[in-house]
């Protein structure tokens, strides 16, 4: 095994915080402006299709290495009860295990 546990972990404590950062800035223009709240959410979801596409599409190394930061993802969301973000999480664990399916099946 190469590497430490604190190798093997920072791709989730990475996700982890930029999850909640990403949260804290929506509320902050969701706060300040309903309309570019909403715009802001639109950029995210846009965002979230097309690391799907990404991932849909990615190499072995690059599948293996977002195995971590997806579950995180999907962890965080079921944490503090974002239920969009919990179901774009499921999806994008159900595409990557797709993939990896693909890829090592």
Same mark, same amino acid.
């Given at each position: 095994?190469?590497? $430490?546990?604190?190798e093997l972990?920072?791709?989730?404590?990475?996700?982890?915080?930029? *999850?909640?950062? /990403? /949260?804290v800035?929506? @509320?902050?223009?969701?706060?300040? $402006?309903?309309?570019?709240?909403?715009?802001?959410?639109?950029?995210?979801?846009?965002?979230?299709v $097309?690391?799907?596409?990404?991932? $849909?599409?990615?190499?072995?190394? @690059?599948?293996?290495?977002?195995?971590? %930061?997806? @579950?995180?993802?999907?962890?965080?969301?079921?944490?503090?009860?974002? %239920?969009?973000? *919990?179901? +774009?999480?499921? !999806?994008? !664990?159900?595409? +990557?295990?797709?993939?990896? @399916?693909?890829? *090592?099946g």
């Amino acid at each position: 095994m190469k590497g $430490s546990i604190g190798e093997l972990f920072r791709p989730v404590a990475t996700t982890a915080i930029a *999850y909640a950062l /990403l /949260l804290v800035l929506g @509320f902050a223009i969701q706060l300040a $402006s309903a309309y570019w709240g909403t715009w802001f959410s639109l950029i995210l979801i846009l965002w979230q299709v $097309s690391y799907l596409l990404k991932l $849909s599409e990615g190499t072995r190394r @690059f599948t293996k290495h977002e195995v971590l %930061p997806a @579950f995180t993802t999907w962890g965080m969301a079921a944490l503090l009860q974002q %239920p969009l973000d *919990y179901a +774009l999480g499921l !999806v994008a !664990v159900v595409v +990557l295990a797709a993939r990896l @399916f693909e890829l *090592y099946g």
